[in-house]
């Protein structure tokens, strides 16, 4: 275990770590494109300006780490844990995320529009004023999650839980739901559905 490391600035693209454990560590605009990490963990780690950029993350968490205009384009987690993991002003496009736990995660803001985000865990989200436009929610879990502002237009959100907070502030224009979600925002609405 690493606990309070500076990494700051330094060179570590390309590597692979396995089974490694920081806690407090500092990684501020360090190079990191196209680091592989399986079943690591990061506690309360700065990865502000870092480029992360075409790395491959498999089965590590990332809890309440900080991501202050990180690169992570091309980037890609699978199986992993972002609880309580904040990305401000970060390029993520192209991103490749599934099967990964996004409860808590502060993403106010972010460009994700067409990114696939299917079957994600985004329960008590941040998503204020993120463009979420044909993105694919499909069985998404946004219970709870802050959408004031969200573009949701186009989005495919079939299957997604969303509570009715969400369904207020959001913006919707020709996304695809499914009937329960369709009653649900005329509820949420003030409509009387006799």
Known sequence: METGEDYRDCDLHGQEWDQRHFTDCDFSDADLRGLVTTGCTFTNCDFSRA????????????RSC????????????????????????C???????RDTDLTLVALAGAALRKTTLTGLRLREANLTDADLRDTDLRDADLTD??????????????????????????????????????????????LRID
Do not use: Y
């Open 51 to 62: 480029d992360l950029g075409e790395s491959r993350h498999r089965t590590s968490a990332f």
């Open 145 to 190: 999650a802050r959408l004031r502002g969200t573009q949701l237009d186009n989005a495919d959100l079939r299957g997604a839980r969303i509570t009715a907070d969400g369904l207020v502030h959001a913006t919707f224009r020709g996304a695809r739901v499914d009937l329960d979600t369709a009653i649900a925002f005329a509820v949420a609405h003030g």
């Open 91 to 97: 390029r993520l496009r192209p991103w490749t995320i």
């Open 66 to 89: 900080k991501f202050d205009r990180a690169t992570l384009m091309f980037s890609e987690f699978v199986g992993c844990s972002l609880i309580g993991s904040t990305f401000l002003d």
